[in-house]
C-alpha cells in the first residue's frame, strides 16, 4: 500500500511568487491535514480537509489556502510569498475524521521543503 | 483547545543507556495522546498512540509510554537506546497541536 505522497519534495521560490504544494492519501483516506514546520515554531498546524470540506484551520493568514478533491487528494497554496514562509510543509493521512471515530492514525508524508529567497 | 508541552528540547544520551522524553498536556478536553519520530529529513512516523485502557502504552522500536491523569503527563521511555534513535520526537493531542520536539542524540 503506497504511503502519502507529497510533491514537488523541493522548491524555490522568489518572494511574492504563489505556490501550490500537492498531497496524494494513503488510499481510502478521506482525511487530509496540512502542517507547517519551521525550527524556530515547531510543528504547527495549518488546516484539515475531509471529504472535500475544511473541518479545521489553524492559526494563518488568508495567503495560506487549501481544498480537497473528490478523490481526496489535497492542495494548498501559498500567496504573495514571504521569506518566513520558508519551512518544511507536511501532508498527513488518516482514515476517518476526528469524532467519528477516535481510534485512527495519522500517516505523514515526507514533506515538501520551501525555500523563499 | 488542547496544549502539549515538551519540557526538554534536546536529550543527549549515551548508546545503551535508557531515556526519558517528558511531555504534559492541558487537561481541558478528552485526551488522545500520540508520539511521533522524525528521522532527518523524513516525514513523522507514529511510536505509539494513548486512547483509553491500559495507562502503559508500548509501541515500535522498543519505546513505550505512560498515560498519567493525575499529573497529566504522557512521558515516552526506552530502557536501551541505540545510535539509531537518534532523531526528534514530537509528543501531540491527536492531530492538531503537537509539542515543540525533542530532539535525541546518542552518542557512542
Known amino acids: 500500500k503506497a504511503g502519502v505522497t507529497q510533491t514537488p519534495r523541493y522548491l524555490i521560490k522568489t518572494r511574492g511568487q504563489q505556490v501550490t504544494l500537492s498531497c496524494s492519501p494513503i488510499s481510502g483516506h478521506r482525511s487530509v491535514s496540512w502542517y507547517q514546520q519551521t525550527p524556530g515554531q515547531g510543528l504547527q498546524f495549518l488546516f484539515e480537509y475531509f471529504s472535500e470540506t475544511q473541518r479545521n484551520k489553524g492559526n494563518f493568514p488568508g495567503r495560506f489556502s487549501g481544498r480537497q478533491f473528490s478523490n481526496s487528494r489535497s492542495e494548498m497554496n501559498v500567496s504573495t510569498l514571504e521569506l518566513g514562509d520558508s519551512a518544511l510543509y507536511l501532508c498527513?493521512?488518516?482514515?476517518?475524521?476526528?469524532?467519528?471515530?477516535?481510534?485512527?492514525?495519522?500517516?505523514f508524508g515526507q514533506g515538501t521543503r520551501l525555500t523563499v529567497v | 483547545a488542547q496544549s502539549v508541552t515538551q519540557l526538554d528540547s534536546q536529550v543527549p544520551v549515551f548508546e545503551e543507556a535508557p531515556v526519558e522524553l517528558r511531555c504534559n498536556y492541558s487537561s481541558s478536553v478528552s485526551v488522545y495522546l500520540f508520539w511521533y519520530v522524525q528521522y532527518p529529513n523524513q516525514g513523522l512516523q507514529l511510536l505509539l498512540k494513548?486512547?483509553?485502557?491500559?495507562?502503559l502504552v508500548k509501541g515500535i522500536n522498543g519505546f513505550e509510554a505512560e498515560f498519567n491523569k493525575s499529573q497529566t503527563s504522557f512521558h515516552l521511555r526506552k530502557p536501551s537506546v541505540h545510535i539509531s534513535d537518534t532523531a526528534e520526537y514530537f509528543c501531540a493531542a491527536y492531530k492538531l497541536s503537537f509539542g515543540a520536539g525533542t530532539t535525541v542524540t546518542v552518542r557512542a
Open positions: 498527513a493521512s488518516s482514515l476517518e475524521y476526528p469524532g467519528a471515530g477516535m481510534n485512527t492514525e495519522a500517516f
Open positions: 494513548y486512547l483509553s485502557g491500559s495507562t
